[in-house]
């Protein structure tokens, strides 16, 4: 298994997002209802957020809800959230005890009023932990993440905060959700599906991406260090030769 570096060939990554795709089609082809599902998600993120701590990751990002999945019926978001307050109350302690800091990106604090506070709770009692930053992302997509960054350059700007004309990769980037994290160095997405559905547009840019055909609850450690073993074995040009 290569080390974490995120740099030249045969490093791993220090950085990866997964977008957890295939809880249904997991479920439908068990004859099983969704929630089932997404409960196997639940556990192939346990499977996965250990995987990567014992792997030397430096942060991990997940994309578990959505802005659009509020489309979804709400039968299935009270599941979504049902879960998301019992993977919180239940893993906690374990988080905090392998010494992994949690993050939320997205738009986050619209959630209902009790999941944001387990969530601030959540993220002040593992604030100082350094081996692993795991980052959830929540009510996030990408292009309201670039509209909450532009509306705050314009809020700046009008304030006379920051100079219009100043404005460069760097001043962007550290307004983005991620702004703490490490750069993204490899993308993965499960279930077959090939595109990026409004995940880290931004961050994405230079990263490496794998697909898989694997479903997210079958999502597990020899899968993440063989999508680490494509990443190390890419070369990485960012444009040049």
Not at 134 to 141: H, K, P, S, T
Request: charged letters at 30%; aromatic letters at 6%.
């Amino acid at each position: 298994m290569p080390k974490p570096g995120g740099g030249d060939e045969g490093a791993g990554p220090r950085h990866v997002a997964i977008i957890m795709d295939g809880n249904g089609r997991w479920a439908k082809a068990r004859r099983l209802p969704r929630v089932a599902g997404h409960r196997a998600g639940a556990e192939a993120v346990r499977r996965t957020v250990r995987a990567a701590c014992e792997m030397g990751l430096e942060a991990l990002t997940l994309y578990a809800f959505s802005s659009e999945n509020w489309r979804r019926p709400a039968t299935e978001i009270a599941d979504l959230m049902g879960l998301l307050r019992r993977f919180v109350a239940s893993e906690l302690e374990e988080i905090a005890r392998n010494d992994v800091r949690l993050k939320i990106v997205g738009d986050w604090r619209k959630l209902e009023p009790d999941i944001v506070a387990m969530l601030d709770d959540a993220i002040a009692r593992t604030a100082s932990n350094r081996a692993l930053t795991l980052a959830i992302a929540l009510n996030y997509g990408a292009r309201d993440e670039m509209l909450r960054v532009t509306r705050r350059l314009m809020r700046e700007a009008r304030a006379g905060e920051i100079d219009p004309d100043a404005l460069d990769e760097a001043v962007v980037e550290a307004r983005l959700d991620t702004a703490e994290l490490p750069p993204l160095d490899l993308l993965i997405r499960t279930s077959g599906e090939v595109r990026l559905s409004n995940f880290l547009l931004w961050q994405a840019a230079y990263s490496e991406l794998v697909f898989t055909d694997t479903l997210w609850p079958d999502f597990d450690a020899a899968a993440l260090s063989a999508a680490c073993d494509v990443f190390a074995g890419r070369e990485r040009r960012y444009g040049g030769l």
